[in-house]
């Protein structure tokens, strides 16, 4: 689906915003502290219920307004567009609204691909980011792993509280079994998708960074030689004296390497920005492959890190894949390699969005 209207109310310095956004390429233009980001980060907030810049939802809210509102009309192939919208008040309550429906979700509805200045995390950060990573594909690839992630995660939480106040493994036993079925079948998902994925980015990365050869490997948490119940049987004093569950699919991981050389000891900065985007654009377009429907990009701050042959090899990605974009940039000349006929030019000043 693609956006085909963005209305904003209270959202971080943005009193009131309306947009009618281009099918392909949306640039928002500003100096630093104008409000473009905050528009790419309305739009993630609208799919993730969620902001990717702070965790608090009373920094997102406008000062002093009460709550915040973003809504949406997406182009769902039908004569008639398809409504959604988000509302959170500052006392901490939320409306998601799909099509007048409330407690509906969103994030099926309006797949994002975020890249921003901040994104090198996805090589640069724990594993915590990488498993986002992987398992947001494996959300829109396999419809019932949202249930069963909630489920397990909170097996998790209740195995480690009976850490702490059980004395013998056949108390643990009947949520051991439990969390076995549930972390082999997410397992299985990821190794899956990944299979799928991992040909689609190396054929990306190769355009971006041919002087490499990467390898891709997935880690799923706990020794590959063993049975996951058989890992919780033999971890179980180990974890008791943790307070918590060492090993699992909640500790999975994807290892990028060249030359056998974690990517981040090889790579300048231009070249794992490029490296992120490859991850990012393989995402998209795989989703795309396997669902036929289009992936929305937002790139905060297009020209960061890239000189301007690199900008150019991103720009003619981005433009075969067909899909919706906003981008923002601080001026015109950073987006000099990517703008197109059926572009739209957005100038953010003050918090104030206007259309060229």
């Known amino acids: 689906m693609r956006l085909t209207r ?9 009193t009131e915003g309306d947009l009618t956004p281009s099918a392909r390429f949306n640039f928002l233009l500003g100096a630093n502290g104008s409000g473009k980001t905050s528009v790419l980060e309305a739009i993630y907030y609208l799919g993730h219920g969620r902001s990717f810049r702070s965790h608090l939802n009373n920094r997102v809210i406008r000062y ?4 915040l509102v973003v809504h949406g009309r997406l182009d769902n192939d039908s004569p008639i567009p398809l409504p959604v919208g988000i509302q959170k008040k500052r006392t901490g309550s939320s409306d998601v609204n799909v099509s007048g429906q409330h407690g509906q979700k969103i994030a099926q509805l309006l797949p994002l691909q975020l890249i921003t200045p901040e994104g090198f995390d996805l090589l640069l950060g724990g594993p915590k980011c990488r498993r986002a990573f992987i398992d947001w594909g494996v959300f829109h690839w396999e419809s019932a792993f949202y249930d069963a992630w909630s489920r397990l995660k909170r097996l998790t939480r209740q195995r480690n509280a009976l850490l702490k106040t059980v004395t013998d493994y056949r108390e643990m036993r ?3 079994d439990q969390l076995t079925l549930l972390a082999e079948k997410i397992d299985v998902w990821r190794v899956n998708y990944l299979a799928t994925l991992t040909p689609k980015i190396l054929e990306i990365t190769q355009g971006f960074l041919p002087e490499f ?3 891709i490997t997935y880690a799923r ?15 179980f004093e180990r974890d008791k004296q943790l307070g918590y569950t060492a090993n ?24 794992l920005k490029l490296m992120v985007c490859a991850l990012r654009l393989a995402q998209g377009l795989h989703f795309t492959e396997m669902t036929g429907k289009p992936c929305i990009y937002l790139i905060d701050d297009f020209a960061s890190e890239l000189d301007r042959e690199r900008r150019a090899l991103l720009a003619q990605r981005l433009k075969s894949t067909q899909s919706q974009v906003f981008i923002s940039a601080i001026s015109a000349d950073h987006i000099h390699d990517i703008q197109d006929e059926d572009g739209k030019i957005f100038h953010v000043e003050n918090g104030k969005i206007t259309a060229e």
């Open 6 to 14: 963005l209305a904003i109310t209270n959202f971080r310095n943005i």
């Open 64 to 67: 002093q307004q009460n709550e």
């Open 174 to 176: 009947y949520w051991d």
């Open 213 to 215: 050869e990467l390898t």
């Open 221 to 235: 948490g706990w020794d590959s030689n063993m049975p996951y119940s058989e890992v919780l049987t033999r971890q």
């Open 248 to 271: 699992g699919p909640h500790k999975a991981d994807l290892r990028i390497k060249i030359a056998n050389i974690p990517v981040e000891d090889v790579l300048s900065r231009g070249q």
